[in-house]
């Protein structure tokens, strides 16, 4: 199957610091690019769209300013999570979609402690 | 608001029975449910999927059974193989494509399967 690549699989950082993931699509192009959340014992939660080339569309209650998203390439989507605080503290886990057969392929996901 | 629910966090199984893993839904608009499954340290892959004009789906030793008028699916898998040792979680679309307003999966909190020897 596709391969979504997403790097680091884990973070430590100080607070007030910004960190960025990304996820890289290997073998097929992803025009949209989801991002996920995870909080421990919760599910995985939509945070934002991305489409290759726009801006990304944010859910509801999710800060565009701090959740800073580029999908610049078809091939490529980052996440930089600005001024992290310790609630920020999540697993955050990216998915790609192979628009030819409309399935989601997942990065390995994230795991961001900020101290 | 949890929309999609798996009330069991963990399920034990021996090797060569039937796993039933369940999930309940609230939505009514939603008419597309897919099972992802993850292992430790990799990100969740897609298992099977059922749309609302089926109730039933069958995929190898993976078959979904979906219940409309009570919101409620499942997976059984037959028969279960200490590979299958994963968290499954399951998912709501209310559309099959990913276009438009269908792009949007809600998870359910995930049910750690142990399929034991």
């Known amino acids: 199957g596709a391969v979504v690549s997403q790097h680091p699989s884990w973070v430590i950082c100080k607070s007030g610091t910004s960190v960025k993931i990304e996820c890289r699509s290997l073998d097929f192009q992803a025009t949209t690019m989801f991002w996920y959340r995870q909080f421990p014992k919760q599910s995985l939660m939509l945070m934002a769209t991305s489409n290759e080339g726009s801006k990304a569309t944010y859910e509801q209650g999710v800060e565009k300013d701090k959740f800073l998203i580029n999908h610049a390439s078809l091939t490529l989507s980052t996440l930089t999570v600005t001024s992290a605080h310790p609630e920020d503290s999540s697993f955050y886990i990216c998915?790609?979609?192979?628009?030819?057969?409309?399935?989601?392929?997942f990065g390995s996901g994230t795991q961001l402690s900020v101290l | 608001d949890q929309q999609v629910k798996q009330n069991s966090p963990s399920l034990s199984v021996q090797e060569g029975r039937i796993s039933i893993l369940n999930c309940d839904y609230t939505n009514s608009m939603f008419d597309y449910f897919l099972w992802y499954k993850k292992y430790p340290a990799e990100g969740p892959t897609f298992l099977i999927s059922?749309?609302?004009?089926?109730d039933k789906n069958e995929d190898g030793r993976f078959t979904v059974f979906l219940n409309k008028s009570a919101k409620h699916l499942s997976l059984h898998i037959v028969p279960s193989q200490p590979g299958d040792s994963a968290v499954y979680f399951c998912?709501?679309?209310?559309?099959?494509?990913?276009?438009?307003?269908?792009?949007?999966?809600?998870f359910g909190t995930g049910t750690q399967l142990k399929v034991e020897l």
């Open positions: 059922i749309s609302s004009i089926k």
């Open positions: 998915s790609g979609r192979d628009v030819p057969n409309e399935k989601l392929f």
């Open positions: 998912a709501a679309s209310p559309s099959l494509t990913f276009t438009g307003g269908g792009n949007k999966l809600t």
